[in-house]
């Protein structure tokens, strides 16, 4: 071990010791402080039991101390999940918003995978399920969306509704499709199916129904 000390290192020794010298000054032995409770005309012979209290009061102060440490850094903790909470919910509401349907894409077809066709008009008397292909743009890949149809008849009435949630999304652009299937009784004339997201419509369509 070198005992060489630099001028740093030799200041700060004599700091140390004066500090060591001036703490054990302030320190009392037990024949001061009975000198001193003298003085003030109070009993010497509870010494030890008010030094007992006052180390129970000193460790509950600490314990309190460490409690409120805890305390802080628990709501400090809490704090920083709901503010990352509130930011994922931020971000997917924004995702949400971006997405929308490509107007070319949108079909009625006979078939669940159909690319191609485009009804116009639908023969009840064939009893058909329908389905509304729709691709959707700038989907948020890595989550699943609500989605929901709604088939109006001519008259104005609700007809049928499909809610329905999709697989895991793979990639920006996805395609999806709702279903209703039509019979003799359903409605003449000019019906409107429209896709939407929450409350957001995405998609619609009107056709014809003979």
């Known amino acids: 071990m070198n005992d060489k000390l630099t001028p740093k290192q030799l200041n700060q020794l004599i700091a140390e010791v004066e500090r060591l ?6 320190d009392l032995d ?18 030890d039991e008010a030094l007992m209290q006052i180390r129970r009061r000193e460790a509950l102060a600490s314990e309190q ?8 850094g628990f709501g400090l903790a809490l704090l920083s999940l709901i503010g990352w ?30 690319s191609v066709n485009n009804l116009s008009f639908v023969d009840r008397q064939k009893s058909p399920t329908i389905y509304y292909q729709v691709k959707l743009q700038q989907t948020p890949i890595g989550r699943r969306l609500q989605l929901g149809c709604n088939w109006t008849t001519p008259e104005g009435q609700l ?14 652009a996805w395609s999806t499709r709702c279903r209703h299937q039509f019979g003799t009784t359903s409605s003449l004339g000019t ?7 929450g409350d957001r419509i995405l998609s619609q369509t009107e056709f014809t129904v003979k």
Do not use: C
């Not at 509401?93 to 669940?112: G, H, M, N």
């Open 21 to 26: 010298s001036q703490a054990r000054e302030n």
């Open 30 to 47: 037990r024949e001061q402080v009975k000198q001193i409770l003298a003085e003030l005309n109070l009993p010497t012979d509870n010494i």
């Open 65 to 72: 101390q460490q409690k409120r440490l805890l305390i802080l």
């Open 85 to 114: 909470g509130s930011w994922q919910f931020f971000q997917h509401r924004q995702a949400i918003a971006r997405v929308s349907a490509d107007p070319a894409s949108s079909r009625l077809t006979l078939e669940r995978y159909d």
């Open 159 to 172: 007809a049928h509704q499909n809610r329905y949630q999709t697989r895991t999304i793979e990639k920006n």
């Open 191 to 197: 019906w409107q199916v429209e896709m939407f997201l």
